[in-house]
Structures are given as C-alpha cells and as structure tokens.
C-alpha cells in the first residue's frame, strides 16, 4: 500500500520568496511537529505511531485519520523539507540576476542558511532509506530541482568562462554533498552562527568552482531561529 496524507498539511511558511535569507519559526501540524521531534530524537525506526499520538494528546485511531501511517508522516515532513529548500534556492537564484557567480553564492548562502537554521527538517534525509521505493522516488523528483538548478548555474558559468571545473556534474554533487552534511556536526549552541557557516561554505564553493570573480559580501540575514 502506498504511503499518503489523507489530510492536508499546510507548507512551511516561507514568507515573501523574494527575501529567501528570512527563515520564520517553521509552522506545523501539531502531529508533524510531535512527530519531528520524535524522530529527531530517537530516528524513525525508534519511534512509534504511540509515541507520537502520546506527544500530540491523541489517540492512535486519530492519528491514523490524518496519515495512513508513521511512513507517510516522514514523506510528509520531508516534502516539505525539500519544497521548502527548492523554493529558496530558485529566489536566491533570482536575486543574483544573470551572473552566474552571484547566482551560486546566492543558493549555496540559502541551502546552508536553511541546513542551518532548520538543521532537525534537513536532518530527517538521512531517515530515507525508511521509505518505500515509490515514496523515495517522490521524494527524490523534489529534491532533484535543487540539483538541477545548481548544475544549470555550473554550466553557464564555465561556458562564460567564470568556473574551471572539468566536470559540471561532479562539482555540483560536491557541492551540494558538502552542504548535506551539514546537519551532522551543526547545534545552534556551539560557536559558529548560521551566517559565518553560510559565509565559509560560499567561500569553499567559489573556490571548487574555480571562480576567477568574487561575489558580493552576503548581507546579513533577518530570521528568526526555528
């Protein structure tokens, strides 16, 4: 059976997509945000259906009237992990115009920012393997835009000879792999901020780029801790 929201869940607020370096407190779904906290603690296969309808204030029956089951809630959160990342690396993208330099800092600043900020939603990625192949490959057709608008950004930049990479694909999963690690070391307590983590990895992306043009000093970000 495939996993599904039988309700509607409402998108993480996002805000004015223009201004894609403020990152309002995530808003969720009593159940989605229980269950978050849940998995966060304990992983997705240390969490129950009980557990969660326990944090929620429900019984199980009630729970299931929402999501079909404990799979479709994890699709869920992470659907809108993804949608929420793709949407801010497109307005990132927008706001440096028709320079690729400017275009790569941009959505590398939003991605880390996001990785950051949001490091419990980004970290729920390395609870895929959980998913069915049909729920996976959901999950992975969201997430592919992400890539696929990094490698366009990569090959404009080494065609206007801007970037010296030998290998657009590569770099990019590079790229984008440096940035998913993130959730793995980042806690909000320690000493870096989101904007000097966001600052550093923009720093490391020009220079595996190759970049022969440095971009414009990030501003500082407006957001409120999630």
Sequence with gaps: MVSSSKGATPPIEVGNAAD????????????????LDAFYEHGFHGTSVRDIARRVGVTVPALYYHHENKEAVLLAL?????????????????????DPVQR????????????????????????VRYLSPENRQRYRIVRKGVEELVLEIVKEG??????????????????????????????????????????????????????TELPV????????DV
Aim: positive net charge; proline residues 4%; contains cysteine.
């Design 104 to 127: 790569l800092a941009n959505v590398i600043e939003a991605i880390v920012l996001r990785m950051t900020m949001r490091s419990r939603l980004a970290a729920l990625e390395s609870e």
């Design 20 to 35: 894609w370096r403020r990152l309002e407190p995530t808003k969720l779904t009593p159940i989605l945000s229980a269950s």
């Design 158 to 211: 080494k065609k206007r000879e801007l970037f010296d990479v030998a290998d657009a694909a590569e770099t990019t999963r590079a790229l984008l792999g440096m940035c998913q690690s993130i959730p793995r070391w980042y806690h909000a307590e320690g000493k870096l901020t989101p904007d000097a983590v966001a600052r550093k990895y923009v720093e490391i992306a020009m220079k595996t780029v190759g970049s």
């Design 78 to 98: 992470l659907e809108l992990s993804t949608s929420d990342v793709l949407e801010r690396a497109h307005a990132a993208s927008a706001d440096g115009g028709d």
């Design 217 to 224: 000093k990030p501003k500082k970000r407006r957001t409120a």
